[in-house]
């Protein structure tokens, strides 16, 4: 079930109705929530139902099990069990095409003839993050970082929770779990404040992700040839206007639908576009996880506790890894790659190099961050490496005679929204969203509300699904 559907808002308001019933208790409620959590899951495809419920069973008993186990063997087996079955579902299921055809590039190589059968395997909607999430509270456990869920129920919420469940924020343990401890409702201010993120979210998607960026992305990524660098530069940033406001706008449908529930998810997008560097960058995009891998990945593996040669050898890992785990595909691990390349010598400049950031050149690195950041979304968005470096060879100019595929509108439109992307989130850097509408009258705010609403209704929308579904 999509956000961006009618059928959503039917849903939505039918759980709501029944969550603010006084007569029913807070244990019915929270039943009822976990049921609509599998029925909003389970409407994309409800055999996959049995993957989350798996997940869901499995760490529950390894992880009452860690919390009362003293033998350190005992506690290593049941942790690596938890392992076992979450990487493997997501590795079968999400890798299992990649590397079967790997394998068979490695055969041929060696020369051995090798041809299986398509496996056809289907990618259950948001496996990488409801994975991270359980995996999280088992390795929390392990550590003794947590207590474990006082109840079933509590923790098969904690899993499914139909906001986050498909795409994020990937929420810890601690943060959620204790939440559905007592009953939760939403004061006035949280329920309209909750509306307003929603309406905010999906005007993000519908109007300006979908209906504005999408379809010149889609032109240029497409062509398949070079092209003139205005149209190459244009369908760049058009995929990253795209994919920011498809993936934030449903992390703020995320957190508005959560909030007008009583129950507080983090922010997961602190406006990344307008960074000074990648450190920063990733400080502000995708924030659950970039401190999921922080935490569970690149610290492990050493941090910046053994010197500095140790320290870009867990970067560059947790990079890499960081971009498999958006995708099973060698492109990915470029865009990975890169991102690990730029926080390295980020760094190395920042032990040799000391600049006094001030507002101007501070916007003009965030601007050259932001151009660097592009270059990256290449392998992001292209299919394979050779559309990548045809597109990279037409935005460094290297095609002079590139095709014009796109209309003065096209290329207006999007570099216009680009422009004020880039100038709201510098601006945006040191505020919230929520300190501009307190500074803001509340005619205008509502104004601005009911002209979002408006364009969402008239947007030449059919209803896609959020990028980062595949993921």
Not at 6 to 17: D, I, P, Y
Not at 362 to 384: I, M, P, S
Not at 407 to 423: C, E, N, P, Q, R
């Amino acid at each position: 079930m999509l956000f961006n559907s009618l059928g959503f808002l039917v849903f939505f308001a039918l759980v709501l109705a029944y969550y603010y019933t006084p007569v029913f208790s807070w244990i019915s409620k929270k039943r009822m929530l976990l049921l609509t959590s599998y029925l909003f899951y389970g409407l994309w495809n409800p055999p996959l139902i049995l993957l989350l419920w798996i997940s869901t069973m499995v760490d529950w008993i390894t992880g009452n099990k860690l919390a009362v186990e003293q033998n350190q063997r005992r506690r290593n087996l049941w942790l690596a069990l938890s392992m076992v079955v979450n990487l493997g579902f997501l590795a079968f299921f999400k890798y299992g095409n990649f590397l079967l055809e790997n394998f068979v590039w490695l055969a041929g190589l060696a020369g051995w003839e090798y041809q299986p059968r398509p496996m056809d395997i289907i990618l259950p909607m948001g496996i990488s993050f409801y994975t991270f999430q359980t995996m999280s509270y088992t390795i929390d456990l392990y550590r003794r970082k947590i207590e474990p869920a006082r109840t079933f129920l509590d923790f098969a919420l904690y899993v499914t929770f139909f906001p986050q469940l498909v795409a994020g924020p990937i929420v810890r343990a601690h943060d959620l779990i204790s939440q559905f401890y007592e009953q939760k409702k939403a004061t006035v201010n949280q329920f309209i404040w909750g509306a307003f993120l929603l309406t905010l979210g999906l005007f993000e998607k519908v109007v300006l992700a979908d209906t504005l960026l999408s379809g010149t992305s889609d032109d240029v990524f497409s062509a398949g040839k070079p092209l003139h660098i205005l149209d190459a530069w244009t369908g760049t940033l058009a995929f990253a206007g795209q994919i920011f406001f498809d993936f934030a706008g449903y992390s703020s449908c995320a957190i508005g639908i959560a909030m007008m529930l009583g129950i507080t998810l983090g922010d997961n997008f602190l406006y990344p576009y307008g960074s000074i560097g990648f450190s920063e960058f990733w400080r502000r995009w995708h924030i659950s996880l970039s401190s999921w891998l922080k935490d569970y990945l690149y610290i492990p593996l050493g941090g910046n506790r053994f010197g500095p040669s140790r320290m870009y050898i867990a970067l560059m890992l947790t990079m890499l890894l960081g971009g498999l785990w958006h995708g099973a595909a060698w492109t990915f691990v470029a865009w990975g790659f890169l991102h690990g390349i730029y926080l390295v010598i980020e760094r190395l400049l920042k032990r040799y190099v000391k600049v006094d950031i001030n507002w101007w050149n501070g916007a003009l690195l965030a601007l050259f961050t932001f151009f660097l950041v592009n270059l990256t979304w290449v392998f992001f968005r292209a299919e394979d490496f050779a559309s990548a470096g045809i597109m990279l060879q037409s935005m460094l100019y290297w095609h002079p005679e590139g095709a014009k595929i796109l209309g003065h509108f096209d290329i207006i439109k999007v570099l216009t929204i680009s422009a004020l992307l880039f100038a709201s989130h510098y601006y945006m850097r040191h505020h919230t969203l929520m300190m501009l509408a307190k500074n803001i009258h509340p005619w205008i705010l509502g104004v601005v509300w009911a002209s979002m609403l408006f364009l969402m209704a008239i947007a030449q929308s059919a209803g896609e699904q959020f990028i980062y579904f595949q993921f």
